[in-house]
């Protein structure tokens, strides 16, 4: 709970992206995997809806990001980044990357969902059903799998949040299981 105070203390109870103070939610940047002021973000339930993918983007609602990429916190302006390379072939948001500053860490960070990439440039990852996965959607293991090197099994049922796709395999993502971090062939899970 102390991260969610803390984003609201730093946005004034404002969406980090929007500025409306409405339907405020925390929301932590995929690929990090735990809470933490540095990798999260306070935003609407627009602006989540259409950052996760459950209506389609808006560019409109996104000339926001105008303001918001002045940002004194980094988290914010990873997801100023993120959200301007979906939006790019839309023309104004092209002007605004390149008025943007990120550190080359930040930069990296922001890079790896793959945002700035073609389609026809990334590297699709599907589970056992054919379903598109994507940098932190939770998956159910299909059968119990042995972890490499450990005495661990991950048993079947289990469920992986917030996963990380492998940028150069197809068949391979990564999560936690048991507080392990361990590499999952995708051909072994389905997505929740």
């Given at each position: ?34 809470e933490n ?126 996963i ?29």
């Amino acid at each position: 709970m102390r991260v969610l105070a803390t984003l609201r203390e730093r946005s004034n109870n404002t969406c980090e992206l929007c500025g409306t103070k409405e339907n405020l939610k925390q929301y932590t940047i995929p690929p990090s995997l735990n809470e933490n002021v540095d990798r999260d973000v306070l935003v609407c339930q627009i602006c989540l809806d259409q950052i996760e993918g459950h209506t389609p983007m808006n560019p409109n609602h996104w000339r926001c990001l105008n303001d918001s990429m002045w940002s004194e916190h980094v988290p914010v302006k990873i997801m100023v980044w993120r959200l301007l390379q979906r939006l790019r072939q839309e023309g104004w948001p092209k002007d605004l990357l390149d008025m943007m500053y990120l550190d080359d860490a930040s930069l990296t960070f922001a890079r790896a969902t793959e945002d700035d990439k073609e389609p026809s440039e990334k590297v699709i990852h599907k589970d056992a059903n054919g379903v598109t996965l994507k940098v932190g959607d939770s998956v159910v293991l299909l059968k119990d799998l042995k972890v490499k090197g450990s005495s661990m099994v991950a048993k079947q049922g289990t469920v992986v949040r917030n996963i990380r796709l492998d940028p150069d395999n197809e068949d391979y993502i990564e999560g936690k299981v048991g507080g392990q971090q361990i590499v999952i062939i995708t051909d072994y899970v389905k997505k929740t």
